[in-house]
């Protein structure tokens, strides 16, 4: 009798174990799934067909001269959307000036020779003597019209330089003419 009652204790016991096992087994994989769903920033991993880290890329001109240099910390590409992610970008894009642009991530659904967006904190700086350094939430770069547009939702667009402070709700520096076209603009001029 107390063998029967000690093995039934044993099989309920076994039993309760396993269901917990399997319960907690299932709250993780749960947890896990809604923690990626809920994020906008989180895409599936499942969805990399290929990823590169410390990756610098070069793009050239026609007559092969070297347009500009993009690397990053990491290069995602997501094989269903086509889109490819770029974390810590840095690109720098060479002309007389050298400008370079910098940011949290970066991401296009073109590829790396259309348009890339760079995102949070991004910064633009004017590499020389007459530095200028342009801040904005976002910055798409457009290497076919040689352009980099700075829209601010959250913040106004500000460009800074020694002598003073513009700033805007949107800018268009056009590197071909050397020209920038804002919009709602505010200036501070620092004489000296």
């Known amino acids: 009798m107390y063998k029967l009652l000690r093995q039934t204790l044993f099989n ?3 039993f309760i174990i396993g269901l917990l096992f399997l319960l907690l087994l299932w709250l993780t994989q749960s947890v896990n ?6 994020n906008p920033q989180n895409k599936d991993p499942a969805q990399i067909d290929y990823y590169i880290k410390n990756f610098t890329n070069k793009a050239f001109l026609a007559d092969g001269s070297l ?19 770029i974390q810590k970008p840095v690109l720098v894009y060479t002309n007389q000036h050298n400008w370079t642009l910098s940011s949290t991530t970066a991401v296009t659904t073109e590829g790396l020779n259309e348009e890339i967006i760079f995102e949070d904190n991004a910064i633009l700086r ?3 003597a007459e530095a200028i350094t342009i801040k904005a939430d976002n910055f798409a770069f457009s290497p076919k019209n040689k352009q980099f547009i700075a829209n601010s939702t959250k913040k106004t667009v500000s ?19 050397d020209t920038f076209t804002l919009e709602n603009v505010k200036a501070t ?4």
């Not at 799934?33 to 809920?38: G, V």
């Not at 001029?189 to 000296?192: A, N």
């Open 12 to 14: 309920k016991t076994t």
């Open 33 to 38: 799934n809604s923690e990626l769903s809920s």
């Open 67 to 85: 347009q500009y240099t993009l690397s990053g910390t990491q290069l995602e590409h997501y094989k269903n959307s086509d889109t490819v992610t």
């Open 126 to 128: 004017q590499n020389g």
């Open 159 to 177: 460009i800074n330089w020694k002598n003073g402070n513009i700033t805007g709700n949107k800018i268009i520096a056009n590197l071909i003419e």
């Open 189 to 192: 001029y620092h004489v000296q």
